[in-house]
């Protein structure tokens, strides 16, 4: 069975969802463009989430709230509901920009705190274990064959999405919605390099299954070795993570001083 078949199977029982959000930038009152410290009494907007694009893992369809085809307070309560819903979280860079932004919404609209869940953020994979020329999606996603973020005019699709520009915001929801996909992509090509993904035989209820996508079938690779214990090791045949039993298969009593 493939990864994607393993974690279909498992998004049954975890809620898989693969997040994107896209920002409004923040007004200031400048007295120049080079090397500028802005105080607090400066700031005519301080910025807000403009849209998002989310995916469950197990389904097909890309959902997509914005300020424009939504109000932002509708917007701000699917964010809530989604993030409420799922068990786990992929996002790019996710834990510092996306998650924050959200919380800040959820907060200035008088929202408790969403139920818990677990972030997988795949910048932090990126820069833990490869050494890419550069870590931003675009370049990860296309160096790995998985496709590129679609190309927009830059600022001015943000200026033009402000003053409500139909068009633009056609383009805006393409582009947020393919960096879901992008993300998602990159979450099953990462694979078993996704060293601290959340157990999942934690949503299957199989004690002996792949930490990572939650297969069983497990082939025996050896032992794992620590500072002074070995366990049995395994290799997932669905994904490639490498897992080890959670019991000991032998042990020494003395160790080196240092």
């Known amino acids: 069975m493939s990864l994607a078949d393993e974690l279909n199977k498992a998004s049954k029982s975890a809620r898989i969802l693969t997040l994107d959000i896209e920002t409004a930038p923040m007004l200031v009152h400048s007295w120049g463009l080079w090397n500028q410290n802005h105080s ?27 300020e424009h085809h939504n109000t932002h307070e509708e917007m701000v309560k699917a964010a809530w509901t989604m993030l409420d819903e799922c068990d786990i979280l992929v996002t790019y860079n996710g834990p510092s920009f996306d998650v924050k932004h959200l919380q800040r919404e959820f907060v200035l609209a008088g929202m408790s705190p969403p139920s818990k869940f677990e972030n997988v953020d795949l910048l932090k994979v990126a820069r833990a274990q490869f050494k890419f020329p550069s870590n931003k999606l675009d370049y990860v996603a296309q160096a790995l064959g ?37 993300t998602e992509a990159l979450y099953d090509r990462m694979g078993g ?28 690779n050896g032992v794992s070795v620590s500072a ?3 366990f049995a090791s395994f290799t997932c045949d669905a994904c490639g993570a490498q897992s080890r039993a959670s019991t000991r298969k032998h042990a020494v009593t003395m160790r080196g001083v240092r």
């Open 228 to 230: 002074g214990t070995a």
């Open 40 to 66: 607090i009494n400066q700031i005519v907007d301080p910025g807000r989430v403009l849209c998002f694009a989310g995916k469950w893992y197990d389904e097909k369809k890309v959902h997509f709230f914005s």
């Open 193 to 220: 390099w996704i060293k601290s993904h959340p157990h999942m035989g934690l949503f299957t209820h199989q004690a002996r299954s792949c930490f990572r996508c939650g297969g069983t079938a497990l082939s025996a």
């Open 146 to 182: 998985l496709g590129s973020k679609l190309a927009h005019e830059g600022q001015g699709l943000w200026t033009a999405c402000l003053a409500g520009d139909d068009k633009a915001w056609a383009r805006m929801r393409r582009y947020n919605k393919q960096d879901v996909i992008l």
